[in-house]
């Protein structure tokens, strides 16, 4: 498989993931029949390490794959984003781990709950972790979980965050996922209690952000020593930054029809209404320069073989929040000049702008704390974040 036949696989199913947008988030889930259609892809193997099979293809066609997947339904393609970056997560775990997962399975559907609402309890062999966890973003269509749990460290006081890993038969979900935007995703709670977890199946956040964990150096590859923040931003982002794309292209198609009332004239035929769509145009086509750009820095830091300093994480979350919010304010402005029926349900761009405007809320893009950190480290002061 190339990167290139991989994205075309992808791109050819975005007119059945718009088709079936309206039936996810009816459902509050994705719908079974697209996510084996995009399983069927193989692209959950994208960030498989290659002596499992897997692609290790590279950050900028994954942010393809991710705009292509969020023109068609951001919900879903948030959904399938998240669960092919949790297979880089789990090529972060140790060699033990990598093999008994990656030796009997070709690759994993996972949420990842970085949280901290978890705790890990050490015992002979491993852990009893119990916890329960918001966002649970892949869990509908899981096999595994990746679930934040603070554990002790020998010689201590503070415990540290780490993630275990458990199957989906031992895991709860629960029913909570009753929301405006991002309905489809299905991110229903999840817990577990007193579940064993072997000491190999368990890995640090803290190791994980700056891509020094012992899976990262055992692979040797610059793909698995990427900062984690970065990535994970993106993989949020590029189904957003899709949906901007899809806004503009039904707002260009709409306004040759629709006709303003009280005139006999198309929309299109307004030069108001061109200057706007010119000026929409070159705004989301700016997102994914920036989207592609940031993919870029984040892949050179990996292969630089040095760690991500902190003041150079916070910078990067903060830019790649400020990609969201462009996004974000593409979609508001299509709709906002596309009259009152871009709000009937059965119009796509209402659910665009709702999944969006929820997806914008997520942590990682939360500008007010990282502008506030990325200016303490400007300032010369201590970042005083996890970044």
């Known amino acids: 498989?190339?990167?290139?036949?991989?994205?075309?696989?992808?791109?050819?199913?975005?007119?059945?993931?718009?088709?079936?947008?309206?039936?996810?988030?009816?459902?509050?889930?994705?719908?079974?029949?697209?996510?084996?259609?995009?399983?069927?892809?193989?692209?959950?193997?994208?960030?498989?390490?290659?002596?499992?099979?897997?692609?290790?293809?590279?950050?900028?066609?994954?942010?393809?794959?991710?705009?292509?997947?969020?023109?068609?339904?951001?919900?879903?393609?948030?959904?399938?984003?998240?669960?092919?970056?949790?297979?880089?997560?789990?090529?972060?775990?140790?060699?033990?781990?990598?093999?008994?997962?990656?030796?009997?399975?070709?690759?994993?559907?996972?949420?990842?709950?970085?949280?901290?609402?978890?705790?890990?309890?050490?015992?002979?062999?491993?852990?009893?972790?119990?916890?329960?966890?918001?966002?649970?973003?892949?869990?509908?269509?899981?096999?595994?979980?990746?679930?934040?749990?603070?554990?002790?460290?020998?010689?201590?006081?503070?415990?540290?965050?780490?993630?275990?890993?458990?199957?989906?038969?031992?895991?709860?979900?629960?029913?909570?996922?009753?929301?405006?935007?991002?309905?489809?995703?299905?991110?229903?709670?999840?817990?577990?209690?007193?579940?064993?977890?072997e000491s190999h199946m368990m890995t640090s956040v803290t190791k994980m952000r700056i891509g020094e964990t012992d899976g990262s150096k055992w692979l040797d590859s610059h793909l698995y020593k990427m900062p984690m923040m970065a990535v994970l931003g993106l993989t949020a982002a590029a189904p957003m930054v899709g949906a901007a794309r899809r806004a503009v292209t039904l707002f260009r198609d709409r306004m040759q029809e629709r006709m303003v009332y009280g005139t006999t004239t198309a929309q299109g035929e307004k030069p108001v209404s061109q200057h706007r769509l010119g000026q929409l145009a070159v705004a989301a086509r700016n997102t994914e320069i920036l989207l592609m750009q940031l993919a870029r820095e984040t892949e050179e830091w990996g292969r630089s073989g040095l760690v991500c300093p902190d003041e150079e994480r916070v910078a990067m979350r903060v830019r790649i929040g400020d990609v969201v919010r462009k996004s974000r304010d593409v979609i508001r402005d299509v709709v906002e000049a596309s009259g009152a029926h871009a709000h009937f349900l059965d119009n796509p761009l209402q659910r665009m702008l709702r999944d969006v405007h929820a997806g914008s809320c997520h942590t990682v893009f939360d500008l007010d704390i990282s502008c506030e950190q990325y200016g303490r480290s400007l300032l010369g002061l201590e970042v005083t974040m996890p970044t």
């Open 1 to 197: 498989m190339q990167e290139q036949e991989l994205l075309s696989n992808i791109e050819a199913l975005t007119p059945m993931l718009a088709d079936n947008a309206a039936e996810a988030e009816r459902q509050r889930k994705p719908v079974d029949a697209v996510m084996q259609a995009i399983e069927d892809t193989g692209v959950y193997r994208y960030f498989v390490p290659k002596r499992f099979g897997g692609y290790e293809f590279g950050m900028e066609t994954f942010m393809k794959i991710g705009m292509a997947l969020g023109e068609g339904c951001v919900s879903t393609g948030w959904v399938t984003t998240f669960c092919v970056e949790h297979n880089w997560l789990m090529a972060l775990f140790n060699q033990q781990a990598q093999e008994q997962i990656f030796g009997n399975q070709p690759y994993i559907i996972a949420p990842g709950t970085l949280a901290p609402k978890g705790v890990a309890t050490p015992v002979e062999g491993g852990y009893r972790v119990t916890g329960r966890w918001e966002w649970g973003t892949g869990v509908m269509h899981a096999d595994w979980a990746l679930l934040g749990a603070l554990t002790p460290q020998e010689g201590s006081d503070r415990p540290d965050l780490c993630m275990f890993l458990v199957p989906m038969d031992q895991v709860e979900i629960i029913d909570t996922w009753q929301i405006a935007g991002m309905a489809g995703t299905g991110s229903n709670d999840v817990a577990v209690e007193d579940v064993f977890v």
